[in-house]
């Protein structure tokens, strides 16, 4: 089976242009997760979906931060306009059940300039 | 609260030593669950194991084991004979109902296996 499937990997951008992260879950995981990564601040949960429906999105820094997922097998977070201080490695991460493992995708780095 | 220390910032030790990373967590809910997972230098997260609190039974796999003591609340990992490849920064974490099950990570301790 494929794991979690993330893309860009790498995503270079402006300061104020949009982006947007992609992740596919793994098929049959009902809980999705979309965590960031930074030196300063170690691993954060941005939100978190359960059957495609957001349960907790209290992470999710500001109004510039918005997460979807549409259907089953695909979720995007988007940032608009982005920041320098938004550079990070964003993480897309499934599992079967909120209290088993997660498993996370290879992560999209993001740089803003 | 909640909440994971993992103390040892930066361990080094050299290649076929056996190394053990601490692992101490906090929580006064009854049923919880723990994980190790492991980010080489590639970046990925990679999990390693779970376990609930109910089964305090000791894990081997391979060159890796994990010691569950509820009494000192500590989830230590032992590597043994560690190689190279064995490098990464390990994350312990601690899953339980107050926290939603959100995973609550420890800071990651930072492992060097030199040749």
């Known amino acids: 089976d494929a794991g979690v499937i993330q893309s860009p990997r790498h995503e270079v951008t402006e300061m104020g242009q949009e982006v947007t992260l992609r992740c596919k879950p793994i098929?049959?995981?009902?809980?999705l997760f979309w965590y960031r990564q930074t030196m300063m601040r170690g691993l954060e949960l941005l939100i978190y979906?359960?059957?495609?429906?957001?349960?907790?999105d209290s992470g999710m820094p500001e109004d510039r931060f918005s997460a979807k997922m549409p259907n089953a097998s695909f979720s995007t977070l988007k940032i608009q306009p982005s920041e320098p201080r938004d550079s990070a490695v964003y993480f897309c991460a499934s599992s079967r059940l909120i209290s088993y493992e997660q498993y996370f995708g290879p992560g999209t780095r993001l740089t803003v300039t | 609260a909640q909440k994971v220390t993992q103390a040892q910032t930066e361990i080094s030790v050299v290649e076929k030593e056996d190394v053990t990373l601490d692992c101490v967590y906090e929580t006064r809910d009854t049923t919880y669950y723990l994980f190790w997972y492991k980010q080489p230098p590639s970046g990925e997260l990679v999990f390693l194991i779970r376990r609930n609190s109910f089964d305090e039974q000791n894990e081997i796999s391979g060159r890796y084991s994990w010691n569950f003591q509820k009494s000192t609340s500590s989830f230590n990992f032992t590597i043994t004979a560690s190689q190279v490849v064995d490098s990464a920064v390990y994350f312990c974490a601690l899953s339980a109902v107050r926290s939603n099950y959100q995973l609550i990570w420890g800071a990651g301790t930072k492992l060097i296996i030199k040749p």
């Open positions: 098929s049959g995981h009902d809980y």
């Open positions: 979906f359960n059957n495609n429906v957001p349960i907790d």
